[in-house]
T-cell receptor, first 111, second 113 residues
Framework: GEDVEQSLFLSVREGDSSVINCTYTDSSSTYLYWYKQEPGAGLQLLTYIFSNMDMKQDQRLTVLLNKKDKHLSLRIADTQTGDSAIYFCAERKNSGYALNFGKGTSLLVTP | NAGVTQTPKFQVLKTGQSMTLQCAQDMNHEYMSWYRQDPGMGLRLIHYSVGAGITDQGEVPNGYNVSRSTTEDFPLRLLSAAPSQTSVYFC????????????FGQGTRLTVV
């Protein structure tokens, strides 16, 4: 199938903001998700956004959606070392229930 | 509340052996799915089920079978293991409404030698 694209690596300093970008494939996708995976663990839902929204904020997390460009971003404010993980962008296409995942962005937060 | 439980956590198989990865959820979710995660490949959908008695193929179904005899359980069977099936396998479940969260198990790390 078509690929959801993400950059593979991002390194930031503790206290800075992190921005992880994603380009998804289907303009009719209704929901877009950000999942976090810590080493050796499963995936944990961080946040999601409905396709008729431009922005969603949840504490330190801000999701921006540009539906025209099929671009999604996740901003983490005041990044902490505990935020070091792999972050996956995923789309739920209008036609089904399965999630189409990107390859994941590995975020490294340095002191 | 256990959520999604996968067993075993780790498994080593010889080429040609068969085994079943177990997945159980206690949230009465209709939708369950299996993904495999490989380095640099993200998560790819193997099989999914929208309810008991209903299964369908995902992106990479070859070499795997599934069944859904109950709402709670969705086992994944490897009929004749191959080294290419070395991967981390994740089971997920959710309600079928749009926008609902998919809950993931902790994963099964499988090595085929």
């Amino acid at each position: 199938g078509e690929d959801v694209e993400q950059s593979l690596f991002l390194s930031v300093r503790e206290g800075d903001s992190s921005v992880i970008n994603c380009t998804y494939t289907d303009s009719s996708s209704t929901y877009l998700y950000w999942y976090k995976q810590e080493p050796g663990a499963g995936l944990q839902l961080l946040t999601y956004i409905f396709s008729n929204m431009d922005m969603k904020q949840d504490q330190r997390l801000t999701v921006l959606l540009n539906k025209k460009d099929k671009h999604l971003s996740l901003r983490i404010a005041d990044t902490q070392t505990g935020d070091s993980a792999i972050y996956f962008c995923a789309e739920r296409k209008n036609s089904g229930y399965a999630l189409n995942f990107g390859k994941g962005t590995s975020l490294l937060v340095t002191p | 509340n256990a959520g999604v439980t996968q067993t075993p956590k780790f498994q080593v198989l010889k080429t040609g052996q068969s085994m079943t990865l177990q997945c159980a959820q206690d949230m009465n979710h209709e939708y369950m799915s299996w993904y495999r995660q490989d380095p640099g490949m993200g998560l790819r959908l193997i099989h999914y089920s929208v309810g008991a008695g209903i299964t369908d193929q995902g992106e990479v179904p070859n070499g795997y079978n599934v069944s859904r005899s109950t709402t709670e359980d969705f086992p994944l069977r490897l009929l004749s293991a191959a080294p290419s099936q070395t991967s981390v396998y994740f089971c997920a479940s959710s309600n079928t409404g749009l926008g609902t969260e998919a809950f993931f198990g902790q994963g099964t790390r499988l090595t085929v030698v």
